[in-house]
């Protein structure tokens, strides 16, 4: 079985993914991470993620692997766990940047097909539904306003940088969905079969239960 959430970014989708992953006993596949960990692996070797050329070249000898410890998703570069240093504002841009770049994308959609081959799925990402698994048991798409987005973001971010500013979170969110929805390539898009769900005015556990509700309605 296969579930596909996208959306924009801070809507909620990996919290819902993560949480419908638990309850159905799936594997939780975070595809962001992904190409974090591809502007994370180029940023490393001194490549700009929007270096189409460089990257092109540095392609070939990039090596990813995704693991599950314990049920819980890894992403290898290298043989290394990445997975700590891919969440910082940086790597968000950067990895925004690197997604227009059609080979790079086509790259790591084989792992996720691969990935998808081998366990039961939720995967959430901005192109699931629409691209990576056109035929999913189930697709999601979960959004919310920029501003709730922003306030989400910004409210988990704060934690570990108190400096971090709401409105420039807000702009950043803002360009990413913007770079994120308008590329050729597999822009960011809900399908034509998928359910959208508004979560501006829902909690987290409203917006789990709703999900959880339409896949155990429509077995
Ligand atoms: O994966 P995505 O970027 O779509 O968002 P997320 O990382 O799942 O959620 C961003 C933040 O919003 C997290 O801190 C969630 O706990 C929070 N959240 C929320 O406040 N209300 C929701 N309905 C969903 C998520
Ligand atoms: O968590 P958040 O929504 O901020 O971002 P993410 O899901 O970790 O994705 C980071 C970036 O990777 C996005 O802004 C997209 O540019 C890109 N991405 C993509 O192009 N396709 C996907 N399936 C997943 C992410």
């Known amino acids: 079985m296969k579930i596909a959430i996208d959306g924009p970014a801070g809507a909620g989708k990996s919290t819902v993914a993560k949480a419908i992953a638990q309850k159905m006993n799936f594997n939780y596949l975070d595809t962001g991470a992904m190409y974090r960990a591809a502007a994370y692996a180029m940023i490393e070797q001194g490549i700009e993620p929007s270096d189409r050329t460089a990257v092109l070249n540095a392609l070939p000898g990039l090596s990813m692997k995704i693991i599950y410890k314990d049920g819980v998703q890894k992403v290898l570069i290298d043989g290394k766990d990445v997975t700590p240093y891919i969440r910082t504002p940086r790597i968000s841009r950067g990895a925004s940047d690197i997604a227009i ?36 048991d189930f697709k999601f798409f979960v959004t919310a306003s920029p501003h709730e987005r922003a306030k989400r973001r910004y409210l988990e971010l704060k934690e570990t940088l108190p400096e971090a500013d709401i409105n420039e979170i807000e702009r950043d969110i803002i360009a990413r969905d913007e770079t994120d929805s308008t590329r050729e390539f597999a822009p960011l898009r809900q399908a034509e079969d998928a359910i959208l769900v508004d979560t501006t005015e829902m909690d987290r556990d409203q917006v789990i239960a709703h999900i959880s509700a339409m896949i155990s309605g429509a077995k």
């Open 101 to 136: 770049i059609p080979e790079l994308r086509l790259k790591l959609v084989d792992i996720q097909r691969e990935v998808a081959n081998t366990y039961d799925v939720v995967m959430d990402g901005r192109d699931i539904g629409t691209y990576v698994l056109p035929d999913a």
